[in-house]
T-cell receptor, first 110, second 112 residues
Framework: RKEVEQDPGPFNVPEGATVAFNCTYS??????FFWYRQDCRKEPKLLMS???SGNEDGRFTAQLNRASQYISLLIRDSKLSDSATYLC???????????FGKGTLLTVNP | EAEVAQSPRYKITEKSQAVAFWCDPI?????LYWYRQILGQGPELLVQ????????DSQLPKDRFSAERLKGVDSTLKIQPAELGDSAMYLC??????????FGPGTRLTVL
């Protein structure tokens, strides 16, 4: 089983749609969780951290279920500018290593 | 806004040649990371430095890859000899300790 697994995608949605990305992780001792965004041919950038209580940042909502080892990202009212690859990231181990999922490509269409 | 600098941005080389990539982290960031990202995959950690010391190089193919951060500031990643399968984006990141990592723009390597 891979350490971090994401929906394979790609996702193609119209503007204004709500889209959800799912991710599972294998190491129950993982300490921190994140969603990164990566535009085509650019570097990854932190979108938001994910907390057990769930957290929201504008149109973005992230959820963590430690019991199920499951992470999600919900994007409401999708914009064209949301088109990117979304990477699920887990931090853990003695060196706080980041482990990335393969990413899920989102294309928002006009 | 401070940024992680990398050079070159693009590198094309023939297999069996040597290549080197350079990274200058954000000033004051003690932790520096090199990642490799193959097309369609997420970044994979190659090596992690804390100041000038290597703290994790378990995924670094040490027969051909080497990395150094001699003065605990900038860093160089070298591949010798390059192989076709090394074609990828090489990303450098830095962080103040073990907090958020900030990525540089990457070096896109093509091995012919």
């Amino acid at each position: 089983r891979k350490e971090v697994e994401q929906d394979p995608g790609p996702f193609n949605v119209p503007e204004g749609a709500t889209v959800a990305f799912n991710c599972t992780y294998s190491n129950s001792a993982s300490q921190s969780f994140f969603w990164y965004r990566q535009d085509c041919r650019k570097e990854p950038k932190l979108l938001m951290s994910v907390y057990s209580s769930g957290n929201e940042d504008g149109r973005f909502t992230a959820q963590l279920n430690r019991a199920s080892q499951y992470i999600s990202l919900l994007i409401r009212d999708s914009k064209l500018s949301d088109s990117a690859t979304y990477l699920c990231v887990v931090k853990g181990g003695s060196n706080y290593k980041l482990t990335f999922g393969k990413g899920t490509l989102l294309t928002v269409n006009p | 806004e401070a940024e992680v600098a990398q050079s070159p941005r693009y590198k094309i080389t023939e297999k069996s040649q040597a290549v080197a990539f350079w990274c200058d982290p954000i000033s004051g960031h003690a932790t520096l990371y090199w990642y490799r990202q193959i097309l369609g995959q997420g970044p994979e950690l190659l090596v992690q430095f804390q100041d000038e010391s290597v703290v994790d190089d378990s995924q670094l193919p040490k027969d051909r890859f080497s990395a150094e951060r001699l003065k605990g500031v900038d860093s160089t990643l070298k591949i010798q000899p390059a192989e076709l399968g090394d074609s990828a984006m090489y990303l450098c990141a830095s962080s103040p300790g073990y907090n958020e990592q900030f990525f540089g723009p990457g070096t896109r390597l093509t091995v012919l």
